[in-house]
């Protein structure tokens, strides 16, 4: 296996780690990044969104994992790269990473991947525009599955409410009814590599835990692990909040994870934010 991935972030490197025998190449922005990518025995490729990839970039890639977030003008690895990848005749299973902004704002209830796509944002709605271009992309290439994986918020090592708890930066805002869907990486991760060992062309997964949650609950639980007083509740109207952070707080609703189980035979590692939160206390020393 030869798996390039356009943008090495969190995800792709939790699928990595899962793939020891394949090779790695990703996307770098700047020498500085390119740099730390071959420092973790990953091929470096310059790409900036904004032009093609270098000639023979593709040669030999077998996967293809795409995280670059899309712009107004759609995706970019779309845009400037189409071409280049419908020719790489190697590929098999592309993999690109969404978000379950993409369901919109359903006051709490339950969605699944059945459910209309009725972004609430111009976030959500790049997100619609960037899955349809995956698909189409490759509409007349059979040989190539094209997954697309919905995300919700991503936590895990170095990336979780802990940091903000313990400098005492963290907020327990509370709005009635507001619940979000939350996914541990390592949980990503599997996901991930179970599509590319069981590949269905045109699927659309929705990668979350068992346990939506208010987030004020989640700050609170960390800041217990941590044996720290919780930040005093706020109510959402009276907190001040950035444009962006306010439109987050906008959509509330349940994603249903129930397709990765009876398709992909997923089980998660982390079924709640209870059990992720405390793994990352212990990976960081924390506990």
Same mark, same amino acid.
């Given at each position: 296996?030869r798996?390039f991935?356009f943008?090495?972030?969190?995800s792709a490197?939790?699928?990595?780690?899962?793939l020891p025998?394949a090779?790695?190449v990703?996307?770098?922005?700047?020498?500085?990044a390119?740099?730390?990518?071959k420092?973790?025995?990953?091929?470096? &490729?310059?790409?900036?969104g904004?032009?093609?990839?270098p %000639? $023979? @970039?593709?040669?030999? *890639?077998t996967h =293809?994992?795409a995280?670059?977030p899309?712009g107004?003008e759609g995706?970019?690895v &779309?845009?400037?790269c189409g071409e280049?990848?419908r020719? %790489? $005749? @190697?590929?098999?299973? *592309?993999g690109? =990473?969404s978000?379950?902004?993409?369901?919109g704002d359903h006051?709490?209830?339950?969605v699944d991947e059945?459910?209309?796509l009725t972004?609430?944002?111009?976030?959500g709605?790049r997100?619609?525009?960037a899955?349809?271009?995956?698909?189409?992309?490759f509409?007349?290439r059979?040989?190539v599955?094209?997954?697309?994986f919905?995300?919700?918020g991503?936590?895990?090592p170095?990336?979780s409410?802990?940091?903000?708890?313990?400098e005492g930066?963290?907020r327990?805002?509370?709005?009635?009814?507001?619940?979000?869907?939350?996914?541990?990486?390592?949980?990503?991760?599997?996901?991930?590599?179970a599509s590319?060992e069981?590949?269905r062309d045109g699927?659309?997964?929705?990668?979350?835990?068992?346990?939506?949650?208010?987030?004020?609950?989640?700050v609170a639980?960390?800041?217990?692990l941590l044996?720290?007083d919780?930040?005093?509740e706020?109510?959402f109207e009276d907190?001040d909040?950035?444009p962006?952070?306010?439109s987050f707080y906008?959509?509330?609703?349940?994603?249903?994870?129930t397709?990765i189980?009876e398709?992909?035979g997923i089980r998660?590692?982390?079924?709640?934010y209870?059990?992720?939160?405390r793994?990352?206390a212990?990976?960081?020393?924390?506990?």
């Amino acid at each position: 296996m030869r798996l390039f991935c356009f943008g090495y972030g969190f995800s792709a490197r939790a699928l990595a780690a899962l793939l020891p025998d394949a090779e790695i190449v990703a996307t770098a922005r700047s020498a500085e990044a390119a740099g730390e990518l071959k420092s973790l025995g990953v091929e470096a &490729v310059p790409f900036d969104g904004t032009a093609p990839l270098p %000639a $023979g @970039a593709l040669d030999g *890639v077998t996967h =293809l994992l795409a995280s670059v977030p899309p712009g107004d003008e759609g995706d970019p690895v &779309v845009r400037h790269c189409g071409e280049q990848l419908r020719a %790489a $005749g @190697a590929i098999r299973w *592309v993999g690109y =990473l969404s978000t379950t902004g993409v369901y919109g704002d359903h006051q709490g209830g339950w969605v699944d991947e059945t459910t209309p796509l009725t972004p609430a944002g111009r976030r959500g709605e790049r997100r619609v525009t960037a899955e349809r271009q995956w698909l189409e992309l490759f509409a007349d290439r059979p040989e190539v599955s094209v997954q697309l994986f919905r995300l919700a918020g991503i936590y895990g090592p170095g990336r979780s409410q802990f940091r903000a708890v313990r400098e005492g930066t963290a907020r327990r805002l509370v709005k009635p009814g507001q619940v979000f869907s939350r996914i541990h990486v390592d949980d990503i991760a599997q996901v991930l590599k179970a599509s590319i060992e069981r590949p269905r062309d045109g699927a659309a997964y929705n990668l979350c835990d068992d346990e939506p949650a208010p987030p004020q609950d989640v700050v609170a639980f960390a800041a217990e692990l941590l044996g720290i007083d919780p930040p005093p509740e706020v109510a959402f109207e009276d907190a001040d909040l950035s444009p962006m952070a306010r439109s987050f707080y906008g959509e509330s609703k349940r994603v249903s994870n129930t397709l990765i189980k009876e398709e992909l035979g997923i089980r998660l590692r982390f079924p709640n934010y209870r059990d992720g939160l405390r793994a990352v206390a212990k990976a960081e020393g924390l506990l």
